[in-house]
């Protein structure tokens, strides 16, 4: 079955610290990975798209590691900001199949002052 | 371009009421696709179309729902009769290219809150 899990579920950080979330996947055969932010009361919005032949790939502050070997992502945000408050969704999606992307349940992230 | 716009962007409804939620795509975009998005569950593929055509609806969960796409450019999304456990925020997202394909990004709207009393 295709899925994709999150971990942790949540988490709470001091504003200019780092962090990275974890996504792990069987979804097979594997086309692409993204993560996306979605804010409060926001629709998703994407930060990196990656293939099976990238390793990693930033975005500004953000940047996500792609092992398709053991079929594990990560997102690491440097030097967070309170505006980084917000729920990361790792979506999955398989060669062949044009239209479902599999979500994970996401990791709500919280940066205190 | 405004991005995908979604209306209304919260809807409270009495149980057994006809609710439609509408989507207007990014122009030029040829997949729509409908989710819904609980606490319990994440986000979850209702429907998409290509070239305004049903491709897969498997998600859809009972026969109270129904979506059409009449043109490029606008979708809706019904739910006839409404029931309190439709309650979920629906999001309407398009793209150019499926979304297996390499780097195509598909682009949400900013969903439609639905609550049923």
């Known amino acids: 079955k295709n899925q994709v899990e999150q971990s942790p579920q949540s988490l709470i950080i001091l504003e200019g610290k780092n962090c990275t979330l974890q996504?792990?996947?069987?979804?097979?055969?594997?086309?692409?990975l993204r993560w996306y932010k979605q804010d409060t009361g926001r629709g998703p919005v994407s930060l990196t798209i990656?293939?099976?032949?990238?390793n990693t790939k930033s975005n500004g502050r953000y940047t996500a590691t792609l092992d398709a070997d053991t079929k594990q992502s990560s997102l690491h945000i440097t030097a967070s900001q309170l505006s980084d408050s917000a729920s990361y969704i790792c979506?999955?999606?398989?060669?062949?199949?044009?239209?479902?992307?599999?979500f994970g349940q996401g990791t709500t992230l919280q940066v205190k002052p | 371009d405004a991005g995908v716009i979604q209306s209304p962007r919260h809807e409270v409804t009495e149980m057994g009421q006809e609710v439609t939620l509408r989507c207007k795509p990014i122009?030029?975009?040829?997949?729509l696709f409908w989710y819904r998005q609980t606490m319990m569950r994440g986000l979850e593929l209702l429907i998409y179309?290509?070239?305004?055509?049903?491709?897969?609806d498997s998600g859809m969960p009972e026969d109270r729902f129904s979506a059409k796409m009449p043109n490029a450019s606008f979708s809706t999304l019904k739910i006839q009769p409404s029931e309190p456990r439709d309650s979920a925020v629906y999001f309407c997202?398009?793209?150019?290219?499926?979304?297996?394909?390499?780097?195509?990004?598909?682009?949400f709207g900013q969903g439609t809150r639905l609550t049923v009393v």
């Open positions: 990656m293939t099976f032949s990238e």
């Open positions: 996504c792990n996947y069987t979804v097979s055969p594997f086309s692409n």
């Open positions: 997202a398009s793209s150019f290219g499926g979304a297996g394909h390499m780097n195509t990004e598909a682009f």
């Open positions: 979506v999955v999606s398989a060669r062949g199949n044009t239209g479902k992307l599999i």
């Open positions: 179309f290509n070239n305004n055509v049903p491709i897969d």
């Open positions: 122009s030029g975009h040829d997949y």
